[in-house]
């Protein structure tokens, strides 16, 4: 399946976020062709600062496969990963990240994005950007106008 196809279900599970309340960041992880698992964050939820989609689904596959490496994963995640879960997707040996959008507002988070690509590069994933970057990006845009309006 194409690209496009698996991103279309990150954004599904970001829009589950979105109706909780939640930052509307998806993921899902792929093996073989098929989806092992789907996750959306749910910090606010589970009150659990660790409760971010690619965490969530990471568990969710590594419970699935019965162990914590997820080698011959592909990971995809509407937003870049934070630095908390770009270390987690390097540890779980998952090799291709794809990313809907970039999280780029001031310089100190382009430092961080050059950091966390050199680290991805680093540990040999193949690191994707823009997959439906528009669909990813709508969302979370239209999450925080509506937050800094309460």
């Known amino acids: 399946m194409e ?3 698996y991103m279309k279900e990150a954004i599904k ?3 589950k976020a979105y109706e909780k309340g939640e930052t509307p960041i998806g993921a899902v ?5 098929k989806i092992i698992a789907r996750a959306h964050n749910l910090t606010e939820t589970l009150n ?3 409760a971010h989609a690619e965490i969530l689904a990471i568990r969710q596959a590594s419970e699935l496969l019965g162990g914590w490496r997820l080698v011959d994963c592909d990971l995809y995640v ?3 990963p934070c630095i908390m879960c770009s270390g987690a997707i390097v540890n779980s040996r998952i090799k291709k990240l794809i ?4 999280h780029i507002k001031n310089s100190y988070i382009e ?8 680290y991805f590069k680093f540990n040999n994933i193949d690191v994707t950007f823009g997959i439906l970057q ?3 990006s709508i969302i979370l845009q239209e999450f925080f106008k509506l937050l800094r309006k309460k």
């Open 3 to 5: 690209k496009s196809f």
């Open 111 to 118: 430092k961080q994005h050059e950091f966390k690509i050199d």
């Open 13 to 15: 599970e970001a829009y």
């Open 29 to 33: 992880i792929v093996k073989e062709g």
């Open 134 to 136: 528009e669909e990813s």
């Open 99 to 102: 990313i809907g959008t970039r």
């Open 78 to 80: 509407t937003m870049e």
């Open 48 to 50: 659990d600062c660790t």
